[in-house]
């Protein structure tokens, strides 16, 4: 069974930065994409990002010139640099990972960390 780890998060400043990470195990297999999605309060979750396992990123738009996604395939860890946070980044992050099992594309999540960006 897939367990994602995640770790980074909690509070920061407005124009501040954070950084998420979320290492996949359990699998053997690499991972064929990984990503970042959240949810703030009262809003239907959404994409923040993701990293093919050949390093390819896709950003939501207001994720684009602020976040870097990157992957590390070997490790089943995808990285989340977050930079000039705004108060609408804040949210709970969840990690995200799908894998291709015979043929199937098989998702799984984390359990989320929150990101609070306030003064």
């Known amino acids: 069974q897939v367990q994602l780890v995640e770790s980074g998060g909690g509070l920061v400043q407005p124009g501040g930065s954070l950084s998420l990470s979320c290492a996949a195990s359990g699998s053997f297999l690499t991972f064929a994409v990984m990503g970042w999605y959240r949810q703030a309060a009262g809003k239907e979750r959404e994409l923040v990002a993701t990293c093919t396992s050949r390093g390819t990123g896709n950003y939501a738009d207001s994720a684009k010139g602020r976040f870097t996604i990157s992957g590390d395939n070997v490790k089943n860890t995808v990285y989340l640099q977050m930079n000039t946070l705004k108060p609408e980044d804040t949210a709970v992050y969840y990690c995200?990972?799908?894998?291709?099992?015979?043929?199937?594309?098989?998702?799984?999540w984390g359990q989320g960390t929150q990101v609070t960006v306030s003064s």
């Open positions: 995200n990972a799908q894998f291709l099992v015979g043929g199937r594309v098989v998702t799984y």
